[in-house]
């Protein structure tokens, strides 16, 4: 069956998670042929966070259920998903994402939208893709006001998005809400693309450092990450990835105990 038979990649669930497997190159594609025919969608890029915290967020869970795309941001959910078998599967972190189809839009003429960041920073992420990818199409970029928006300033949003010709929109604005927003929006948005990339607004504008390559191929970003916002990330990744990695062994050994028709203990 072709990846895209239902218009959707193939997915390896993980606690309930539809985690995409593709790599790279096929999420490109992938976008890439939803512009060509014209459809609204939505892409989240979810880690182990992100896994962890849909659990206990009803709506965050529905809004990883919900989209098109659902990439594998972090290292533990492509070596979860190969443990169970999944070969296809690679990392697609959405501050590569961006890049990745920046460089591709420049000879397709996509035009992108940047929504979301602190004040300024979609602005700045717009003039470094200008600025690196000479020839890309910039429909717009802002910032939203950090409160709830009002359903008359949520179409006006979304309005100036869609008059703008716009074909992909990043949408930064952290975990849940970015994916949650798109849950609740994306489809209104007639022919654009969606994808919440969260921090890769702050990475690819130099507020906050990224993990050097090599930490990034070992999966070892969250320690990179850990030791610059300590207290901030504390819980993330002494609480919750520890928490991820029982659930995700003991559902891996159901479903192979499932397969092998063993009864679970």
Not at 86 to 92: E, G, L, W
Not at 209 to 217: G, I, K, S, V
Request: charged share 25%; hydrophobic share 45%; glycine share 8%.
């Amino acid at each position: 069956m072709d990846h895209l038979s239902s218009g959707r990649p193939q997915s390896a669930r993980i606690l309930d998670i539809p985690v995409s497997r593709l790599d790279m190159p096929r999420a490109v594609d992938t976008i890439a042929q939803w512009i060509a025919r014209g459809e609204s969608r939505h892409v989240s890029t979810v880690d182990v966070h992100g896994v962890m915290r849909a659990q206990a967020e009803p709506a965050l869970k529905a809004a990883y259920q919900a989209a098109d795309m659902v990439t594998p941001d972090g290292k533990p959910l492509v070596w979860t998903a190969r443990l169970r078998g999944f070969r296809d599967i690679d990392r697609v972190a959405g501050p590569d994402l961006v890049l990745a189809v920046a460089e591709r839009s420049v000879r397709e003429g996509w035009r992108h939208y940047f929504y979301g960041g602190a004040e300024g920073v979609a602005e700045a992420l717009a003039e470094r893709l200008r600025r690196d990818y000479p020839g890309i199409e910039i429909a717009g970029a802002e910032c939203p006001p950090f409160r709830p928006l009002t359903e008359a300033e949520t179409a006006a949003t979304l309005r100036r998005i869609e008059d703008a010709s716009t074909d992909i929109l990043w949408v930064g604005l952290g975990i849940p809400k970015q994916d949650v927003w798109m849950h609740q929006n994306a489809h209104r948005l007639a022919g654009v693309v969606s994808v919440g990339i969260g921090a890769a607004f702050d990475f690819h504008t130099g507020r906050i450092h990224r993990a050097p390559l090599w930490m990034q191929r070992r999966g070892l970003e969250w320690l990179h990450r850990l030791a610059s916002e300590p207290r901030r990330l504390w819980r993330r990744y002494l609480v919750m990835a520890p928490q991820f990695v029982v659930a995700a062994l003991a559902e891996t050994i159901a479903l192979r105990r499932r397969r092998q028709g063993t009864p679970a203990e």
